[in-house]
């Protein structure tokens, strides 16, 4: 099946940095990336989907401009945790749907950790 | 009401038991219907999907779609240790909408 990669796979910060978070699909292009965040034991949280040249599309109650998405090229999507905070730290999954959008594949993962 | 509830488990087996993991969704107009697996700390990996009302099978899985009563199952035959993992439905693919996961713990 379809490829997705995450860079890095964890990341320790202080309180009050910048963290980039890199997804791409690696054997296919997708015009369309989602990105998730799922705090332990809960299910996965849309935060916004990413589109390829043109801005990200937030679900309600995410702050566009804390988590800021740029999807630069039909193979990399990246999500940027700005200023980040301890209540910011989650595992941050981002998944990209094959051109024909019945099958969705995610990436393994950031483990997003603020000191 | 959510689009797609789950009941969260924990849900414990014996190994060897066969496993029902079920989902319900109240958009009739919900044409796929997906199951992942999701070891912990791991991002989601894409298991079964369907469309429309029937079964389907692979291995020791079946995912089966009731659309007369919204309902979705995923059958898991003979379970193994490896099986343990949280397991979560997702109605359509336009619009994302996971169900909460349940659980599941296959015990030696």
């Known amino acids: 099946g379809a490829v997705v990669s995450q860079h890095p796979s964890r990341v320790i910060c202080k309180s009050g940095t910048s963290v980039k978070i890199e997804c791409r699909s690696l054997d296919f292009q997708a015009t369309t990336m989602f990105w998730y965040r799922q705090f332990p034991k809960q299910s996965l949280m849309l935060m916004a989907t990413?589109?390829?040249?043109?801005?990200?599309?937030?679900e309600q109650g995410v702050e566009k401009d804390k988590f800021l998405i740029n999807h630069a090229s039909l193979t990399l999507s990246t999500l940027t945790v700005t200023s980040a905070h301890p209540e910011d730290s989650s595992f941050y999954i981002c998944s990209a749907p094959t051109a024909q959008g019945n099958e969705q594949f995610f990436g393994p993962g950031t483990r997003l950790t603020v000191l | 009401q959510k689009e797609v509830e789950q009941d969260p488990g924990p849900l414990s087996v014996p190994e060897g038991a066969i496993v029902s993991l079920n989902c319900t969704y109240s958009n009739s107009a919900f044409q796929y219907f997906m199951w992942y697996r999701q070891y912990s700390r791991k991002g989601p990996e894409l298991l079964m999907y369907?469309?429309?009302?029937g079964n389907k099978e692979d291995g020791r899985f079946t995912a089966q779609v009731d659309k007369s009563s919204k309902y979705i199952s995923l059958f898991i035959r003979d379970s193994q240790p490896s099986d343990s993992a949280t397991y979560l439905c997702k109605s359509g693919y336009n619009k994302l909408i996971f169900g909460a996961g349940t659980r599941l713990a296959v015990h030696p």
């Open positions: 369907t469309y429309s009302s």
């Open positions: 990413s589109n390829e040249g043109s801005k990200a599309t937030y």
